[in-house]
């Protein structure tokens, strides 16, 4: 037992605690325990009344049983007794029962409740602050309602405490976070924000904090608030330190108010005023200034508490984004930390850098740094600093320096740490394909990529490279001719067998010429890795093998031996299985012509932005890309519209009851990235349902929603297909009709009766078909629908002004979206978003200006969560340019 | 045929749009607020000392977030930076003799600040307990609490001076030992801090 035992001890629990310390086991702690909650129990129920200190007592010790990880379902009544104590003591116990155990029991919050309005309302300090602590801890629904007009009245009476205001300031903060559509603006917001200037400094830095939240939700209402800041930071910053008694840390002023002023200013753009801005900067100089005199103290948390602040004041100069020279010095100031001894300062200046290098005015400073990143990244100690090396770099990259920075995150990438293998491999796969100047480099990148650390590159990383390299015919021979060199080695990675079996399969062509890869030893190298790979894997290279028949008519018999195989042609695996035979049958059957159109070269790809962004994102909550290139915006701006996105420009869906075999079979070869094979595949699943019952939902989607509805009688049926739009507007030309194949059309006669062309937003619409069973079949008719979901508006127009950019821009800003960029690939495009807030919805809005100069045009798309919204604000703009 | 397939479809418009409207805010980065996110204490042995959630979470997930970080933390060496990425979150934490003080907070907090939140409260501690020790916060444990709720609220720091909180504190001991005095001093109008 410890020596000193302030306050009134309670030798009861002491004792108790004492046991517990003492058991040797698990069980003989529960045990004790339970021997201990018994007695408790016995007492609560007892017949004699219970003294307050016996409760209190009893209180605590049921408190300790929870912290040590045990359920507690009793004892909160006598915890909700203990609030209506006079006895500070036993208050004191219940609010924190109460604060650690809350229980949405609402006959006990209605008590709880009570008790805080009766010490809220007591006068007397010391009970209101625990009563605002509770609030603060608890911070539940029930409280808000409660106490959320309660709470501002005490925090801006004249008459309360200093210490009471900074609880009910930071109670205030709590609700406002937890239900901040309960705690209404009003005259009290003024009052708040001259809390700034009070003459008490922990009533001011509780206050920042209230401010900062609150002015984060409605910046205009605390406009005033940034020039109280920048005063009362000034009066710190220039301070002596002496002068802040005790709210000096080890020899700095306030900093905890000082960062807090600081985080406060990010919530708005540079002052206007120039005499406040002349004032901030100066702030934010000296704060700089200050990092160069030696320490005051040899303390780590005199410098600590010197760099918080310092960080702070680059943050806000990053935020601001405005005097590059205060950038380049913040740069430099960082530049020099990135060499300090502590590992903290150098993880937080890596960190920090990485912000900089995405402004323009710092990027080059940035890079100055580049070898002691690339150092830190082969000696610093501790992966999570090696980390935000990568991030560094990552940053920094440009095209200047790309080549060197490919290169070093490779060589990196052999020893990486598991832990953050993946990150680097899609870090090294957007940096390479964003630089790539010639495209041979970014194969071989790729393919060392794949070399080096294979398990990481995940799908999107090797679908990007057959992306591009089919789109560009100049990097195909290099690519065939890569791949067949890499394929060489003994042992090669999986991901680099589908590359391969891809490439060559469409390009191999390019390098049969050479005796050293002619066709057959292309196959034959290939058909080597075959057995040794996954089914997925096989599937592809059987696809392959089909495209060299096509290719390579030399090769055929040998070919076509394989997969007349029984391995193949009696593999236990159904898609293995189904492709030998398919590919058989068409090999035998197809004539040279019917073969080279089935197995034509691939059709380039439309262009789309890199799926690995949206991989590196979701991998990581924030992903800092180069070239203010907003990941956020990027990632979150597509997400909406992926649904949409499926087959612009009219985005229609089909969807097959039976997506059939062969459809399946060749969708890898189709298009890897079918947005659409997701559906599909859950429409399948939902297909088999109806085997046993009559009716459910076939299919859903994000828009689309499809339900079924059957009934039978002898040979005859009657499906009813309900079409549930899930969007808030229309889809138009919807239609959808049946197709059955030749042979099914002689089993069975389907007749669907047409739909209406539209359906509204929310809305269904019922289908009918009418079924005749003629004679057993096996084949499944399919149900096509298609349809454009309208949101989206557009218009092409003649420019009315000269078409600049910044013209434009500004018109936009004016306007009031937020330009998004580095979200288009055409930079010359203008990418916006905005919400537009209506007393009854909030609409998100998504624009796209796309001018072109050759024409003097510009095309106009509009996509809201509301259809008259897209119109108006289409008209509205398209007058504008 | 007529309703079966009423309220088919009632709520999912909501949560459509509520989504696509999130990830626009979440876009244009209106919504992010700072704070910190819970305080654990707990030792090498990586028993729980003392645990504060500034966030609701259900007792299911502090259990789960709690397993994980003591394992993590403990795991890491002892010239390692004292900050990590953990979740969507950042850890700060300081090995204290034998007690680990280990913060959660946001993405764009200030790291070094709230390194010396967690030096001021064992500051705090250690005058209060007078050179305090793993075994004064297991046997006051409530006292601990105490103490940070004057420090820290709602995840803030509410007061960070020393003199002031321990003042706070003194005055509530005070309280306690003097009954009549209490009763005294809560009978009258009358009341200093």
Known sequence: MPAVSKGDGMRGLAVFISDIRNCKSKEAEVKRINKELANIRSKFKGDKALDGYSKKKY???????????????????????LLSSNKYTEKQIGYLFISVLVNSNSDLIRLINNAIKNDLASRNPAFMNLALHCIANVGSREMAEAFAAEVPRILVAGDSMDGVKQSAALCLLRLNRTSPDLVPMGEWTARVVHLLNDQHLGVVTAATSLIITLAQKSPDDFKTSASLAVTRLSRIVTSASIDLQDYTYYFVAAPWLSVKLLRLLQCYPPPEDTALRSRLTECLETILNKAQEPPKSKKVQHSNARNAVLLEAIALIIHHDSEPTLLVRACNQLGQFLQHRETNLRYLALESMCSLASSEFSHEAVKTHMETVIGALKTERDVSVRQRAVDLLYAMCDRSNARQIVAEMLGY???????????????????????????SWYVDTILNLIRIAGDYVSEEVWYRVIQIVINRDDVQGYAAKTVFEALQAPACHESLVKVGGYILGEFGNLIAGDPRSSPLVQFNLLHSKFHLCSVPTRALLLSAYIKFINLFPEVKATIQDVLRSDSQLRNADVELQQRAVEYLRLSCIASADILATVLEEMPPFPERESSILAKLKKKKGSGK????????????????????????????????????PPAAAHSLLVDVFSDLSAPTAVAEDHLSRFICKNNGVLYESQLLQVGLKSEFRQNLGRIYVFYGNKTASSFLSFSSWVSSSDVLKTQLNVHAKAVEPVIEGGAQVQQVLNIECVTDFSDVPVLNVQFRPQQEVQKIFKAQHPMETDAAKAKLLGFGVALLEGVDPNP??????????????????????????????????????????????CQLLSEQF | MDGWMDGWMDGWMDGWMGGWVDGLLLTIGITSSFQMQFMLLFSRQGKLRLQK?????????????????VQTVLARKPKMCSFLEWRDLKIVYKRYASLYFCCAIEDQDNELITLEIIHRYVELLDKYFGSVCELDIIFNFEKAYFILDEFLLGGEAQETSKKNVLKAIEQADLLQENIDYQTRLFAGTVWTL
Request: proline share 6%; with cysteine; net charge negative.
């Open chain 2, 53 to 69: 959630w500034y966030v609701p979470l259900s007792d299911k997930e502090k259990k789960k977030i709690t397993r994980e970080l």
């Open chain 1, 413 to 439: 990438l052999e020893t990486a740490d598991y832990s953050i293998r993946e990150e680097i491999v899609l870090k090294v796969a957007i940096l390479a394909e964003k630089y790539a100047v010639d495209y």
């Open chain 1, 625 to 660: 890309l180069p070239e203010n290139v907003n990941g956020s915006a990027e990632l979150h701006a597509e997400e909406p519209a992926a649904a949409n996105k499926a087959s612009p420009p009219p985005p229609t869906e089909v969807l097959a009851l039976n997506p059939t």
């Open chain 1, 828 to 873: 010359a495009n203008f990418v916006g978003a905005g919400i537009i807030h209506s007393k009854s919805a909030q609409v998100g809005c998504l624009l796209r200006l796309e001018p072109n100069t050759h024409a003097q045009m510009y095309r106009l798309t509009l996509r809201t969560s509301r259809d008259s919204v897209s119109q108006r604000l």
């Open chain 1, 59 to 81: 209180v605590c010790k049921l408190l300790f049983i929870f912290l040590l990880g045990h359920d507690i379902d009793f004892g909160h009544m006598e915890a909700v007794n």
